[in-house]
């Protein structure tokens, strides 16, 4: 009773106020002890999501071939027949007269449909008749330079025209492709054709670079507008790091390579062509949510 007395002589707005302060501090723990609960809930879906993410970052393009013909809309824009014979992926409608709305408003045969861009390599022969990839795999990725780096990687501009390998190279030595035989590691890689066994086939690998120098959508060279890495990390005069595209071609052909020849010449002609018309905001979202935070997507850009 003593320790009531004092609160009933209260006035009355002072004993409100007192009542509505205790209301609201009840209130104010609960909503702590809530939002607690809740980031602990956050966390833990974030950590199993960390968990369960294989650490590569990747997404790829998975492109059937599309036609074959003399045309290169990079090297020789506007002057059909021109070129060596080229077999076409991506955006069905490429040719000597290509432009980038051509390709936006073109169907594709990539996985993913969203994927309108037009890649290009000489065709292979086997015994003087074109053989087409049964298998063509289009990698973007984030390697072959610093975690930073990769952290900072930006979309390819849409629009760019890139050219990698060497097309008129005269030896291993010009070269930057590789060749090897899928499921065969014992037949050692090399810059020219190789003997593969039966039941395998011939591959081909292609590294585009990728450093931008952050201006320009071709140069005259079509190559020097980017750059390969410098101690891994982009030189300054190509400070813009944009995935490394990874061109893989399967053939369905093995033995004698001998019998084998490109459009260009021997295998260590091999390039590509690769001219880019990803939609901007799709391949934006790709490289955030799959190149920088180093996690391995599928065909639809999530992880896998």
């Known amino acids: 009773m003593d320790r009531a007395a004092p609160l009933s002589g209260m006035p009355r707005r002072l004993r409100l106020a007192t009542a509505i302060g205790a209301l609201l501090m009840l209130l104010g723990t609960y909503l702590v002890s809530a939002t607690g609960r809740a980031d602990a809930a956050t966390g833990r879906a974030g950590a199993d999501f960390g968990a369960n993410v294989i650490r590569v970052a990747e997404f790829p393009a998975d492109c059937t071939y599309s036609h074959r013909l003399p045309d290169d809309p990079i090297i020789f824009p506007g002057l059909p027949g021109a070129s060596h014979m080229h077999s076409f992926f991506g955006a069905t ?92 590691g014992h037949v050692p890689p090399s810059k020219d054709f190789v003997n593969c066994p039966s039941g395998t086939m011939l591959e081909s690998y292609l590294d585009f670079p990728q450093c931008w120098n952050g201006r320009d959508l071709d140069s005259p060279d079509h190559k020097s507008h980017l750059a390969y890495p ?13 995935p490394k595209l990874r061109q893989v071609l399967r053939y369905p052909v093995t033995g004698d390579p001998s019998r084998f020849r490109l459009a260009s010449g021997p295998g260590y002609t091999m390039h590509g062509d690769f001219f880019n018309a990803w939609p901007v905001a799709e391949l934006a979202r790709r490289v955030q949510d799959c190149i920088r935070p180093v996690i391995k997507c599928g065909h639809d850009g999530r992880p896998i």
């Open 93 to 184: 409608v490429t040719n000597a007269n290509t432009t980038l709305p051509d390709l936006v408003r073109s169907p594709t045969s990539c996985n993913p449909a969203v994927d309108v861009s037009s890649y290009w390599v000489p065709t292979l022969y086997r015994d003087n008749v074109p053989v087409e990839p049964a298998i063509a795999t289009f990698y973007y990725l984030g390697e072959g330079v610093r975690a930073d780096v990769v952290a900072n990687t930006q979309p390819f501009p849409q629009g760019l025209r890139l050219v990698a390998g060497n097309a008129k190279a005269t030896g291993p030595n010009d070269s930057i492709a590789r060749w090897s035989c899928l499921h065969a």
């Open 230 to 242: 410098v101690n891994q990390a982009c030189p300054s005069t190509h400070p813009v790091h944009v």
